[in-house]
C-alpha cells in the first residue's frame, strides 16, 4: 500500500525525524544509494512544507514553529515506514557509540509512529 498518509506529531519529534533523515541521506549519497536519498529529500521537503504553512512558524527553534506544536507532514505510507525504519537504524547505531539518551529518544519516537502507522483511519 502506497497511498497518502497525513500523521501529525509534535515538532520536537520531527526535528529528531529531519535529523535522521538528513544522516540516513548522507550516508546514501556516500554509497550511491540514488533511491534512498531522493526518499529522504522528498520526507525532508515534507517537513519543511509542513513547517512553512504552520501559522506559528518562526516561533521555534530555527524558523520552526514551536517544539510543542504539532505539524503534519504529507507523506506516503511508504514514506513513513522508511522513516520508522531510519529511526530504529540510527537508534541501533546511537547505543552501539554508547550514546544511550539519543537512542531512547530515537527509540520513543519510533514507537509513537509504530503505533500511529498501526492505526488505520
Request: glycine content about 4%; proline content about 7%; hydrophobic content about 45%.
Amino acid at each position: 500500500m502506497n497511498d497518502a498518509r497525513e500523521i501529525a506529531m509534535p515538532v520536537s519529534d520531527w526535528l529528531l525525524v529531519d535529523a535522521t533523515i538528513d544522516n540516513s541521506v548522507s550516508d546514501a549519497a556516500v554509497d550511491g544509494d540514488d533511491p534512498r536519498v531522493e526518499t529522504g529529500r522528498r520526507i525532508r521537503k515534507a517537513g519543511w512544507a509542513a513547517a512553512a504553512s504552520h501559522p506559528n512558524r518562526e516561533e521555534g527553534p530555527a524558523g520552526w514553529p514551536p517544539v510543542t506544536a504539532d505539524i503534519t507532514p504529507d507523506l506516503l505510507t511508504t514514506d513513513w515506514s522508511f522513516i520508522l525504519a531510519e529511526l530504529v537504524r540510527w537508534a541501533a547505531v546511537s547505543e552501539q557509540v554508547g550514546m544511550l539518551d539519543e537512542r531512547d529518544e530515537a527509540t520513543r519516537v519510533a514507537e509513537r509512529l509504530r503505533l500511529r502507522l498501526a492505526d488505520r483511519p
